[in-house]
T-cell receptor, first 114, second 115 residues
Framework: SQKIEQNSEALNIQEGKTATLTCNYT??????LQWYRQDPGRGPVFLLL?????KEKRKERLKVTFDTTLKQSLFHITASQPADSATYLC?????????????FGKGTHLIIQP | DTGVSQDPRHKITKRGQNVTFRCDPI?????LYWYRQTLGQGPEFLTY????????KSRLLSDRFSAERPKGSFSTLEIQRTEQGDSAMYLC?????????????FGPGTRLTVT
């Protein structure tokens, strides 16, 4: 069955360093992959989408890579700040394909320490 | 505020009761999604509407769950005969037609507690 794996343990990073989060998937051939941020008690917030034919995408301090051979995406936050502390969710298109329901990983809880 | 809104934000109900949640998407968005999220898990897809048509339903959506979007604007999610296992955050999201249709914009969620 389709599976998305994210490191569900908390990731502690010192302020100013680069945080790198990993998303691995199996039994999937997604056309695109997305990253969302979720703060406690709130809904997820869309950050970035990367398509299967794109190797890398950037937005301000965020960078996402997508390796369809390794079935892996890496999410980087450079010059991290305490305000970046949150849970980051990786999401893939649903099995139905198209712009329909997403399948999310469990998320990685990122803590940026001052 | 022009984001996705959900009502109520919190609902406590007794097992066996029916509950209904409402979602108002961003006004120009024609796609609307419902998800359920439990503690420590990512959101799980429940169902999806394009305008008023319900195009996809997850196997998670048992017979006790029903969703409607009668005029292609707001949507309601009803759970009948609630069970303790229904306790979760129920999230609504919407997306726009066009090239950005894969990006989903989430509401704040309705937290349901079944006692």
């Amino acid at each position: 069955s389709q599976k998305i794996e994210q490191n569900s343990e908390a990731l502690n990073i010192q302020e100013g360093k680069t945080a790198t989060l990993t998303c691995n998937y199996t039994n999937y051939s997604p056309a695109y992959l997305q990253w969302y941020r979720q703060d406690p008690g709130r809904g997820p917030v869309f950050l970035l989408l990367i398509r299967e034919n794109e190797k890398e995408k950037r937005k301000e301090r965020l960078k996402v890579t997508f390796d369809t051979t390794l079935k892996q995406s890496l999410f980087h936050i450079t010059a991290s700040q305490p305000a970046d502390s949150a849970t980051y969710l990786c999401a893939l298109e649903g099995s139905g394909g198209g712009a329909d329901g997403l399948t999310f990983g469990k998320g990685t809880h990122l803590i940026i320490q001052p | 505020d022009t984001g996705v809104s959900q009502d109520p934000r919190h609902k406590i109900t007794k097992r066996g009761q029916n509950v209904t949640f409402r979602c108002d998407p961003i006004s120009e968005h024609n796609r609307l999604y419902w998800y359920r999220q439990t503690l420590g898990q990512g959101p799980e897809f429940l169902t999806y509407f394009q305008n008023e048509a319900q195009l996809e339903k997850s196997r998670l959506l048992s017979d006790r769950f029903s969703a409607e979007r009668p005029k292609g604007s707001f949507s309601t999610l009803e759970i009948q005969r609630t069970e303790q296992g229904d306790s979760a955050m129920y999230l609504c999201a919407s997306s726009t037609p066009g090239t950005s249709r894969y990006e989903q914009y989430f509401g704040p969620g309705t937290r349901l507690t079944v006692t």
